[in-house]
């Protein structure tokens, strides 16, 4: 069974870090490319960054362009999001997500709260 288990999440202070981990199953994580996406209250899913399946590039949406690295271990099938500068507006239930032949496949996600 394909799983994807988020974890990492928290209430941090404006300006603070996090890094969020992606625990992969069920799939040979090395062949596929993999995402982050997020969901605030009330919006709708936000695309954030995707990983080239040996790592060597990733992409990220200006929102966080700067601010947030995507990477993986392939040998561990762990997929981050290391967070830095976080802001208030970053608050939003995070997400890993990959395309399995036909199926998007995501995690429950991680509860990410940025507050004073």
């Known amino acids: 069974e394909v799983e994807l288990v988020e974890s990492g999440g928290g209430l941090v202070q404006p300006g603070e870090s996090l890094r969020l981990a992606c625990a992969a199953s069920?799939?040979?994580?090395?062949?596929?490319?993999m995402n982050w996406v997020r969901q605030a209250p009330g919006k709708e899913v936000e695309w954030l960054s995707t990983i080239v399946d040996d790592g060597s590039s990733a992409s990220y949406a200006d929102s966080v362009k700067g601010r947030f690295t995507t990477s993986r271990d392939n040998a561990k099938n762990i997929l981050y999001l290391q967070m830095n500068s976080l802001k208030p507006e970053d608050t939003a239930i995070y997400y890993c997500t990959t395309r399995y032949y036909t199926n998007d496949v995501r995690g429950q996600g991680t509860r990410v709260t940025v507050s004073t």
């Open positions: 069920g799939f040979t994580f090395r062949w596929y490319r």
